[in-house]
């Protein structure tokens, strides 16, 4: 058993995922969190953009 950094429980094995290009072990259950979360993100960075775009021909 190993414990998962992120959450703090015990998973079988841990995966490594990259976060802001750094690679972490965490259990499956976070990396799926993380790999929504940096979909996320990219598309409110995205949104942010164009808005931001939007704003600059104003
Ligand atoms: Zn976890």
Excluded: T
Aim: charged fraction near 45%.
């Amino acid at each position: 058993m190993a414990e998962c950094k992120e959450c703090g429980n015990e998973a079988d094995k841990l995966v490594s995922v990259k976060v802001d290009g750094k690679a972490k072990k965490m259990c499956e259950d976070c990396a799926d969190r993380v790999r929504e979360e940096a979909e996320v993100a990219k598309e409110s960075e995205s949104v942010i953009q164009g808005m931001m775009g939007f704003k600059g021909r104003r």
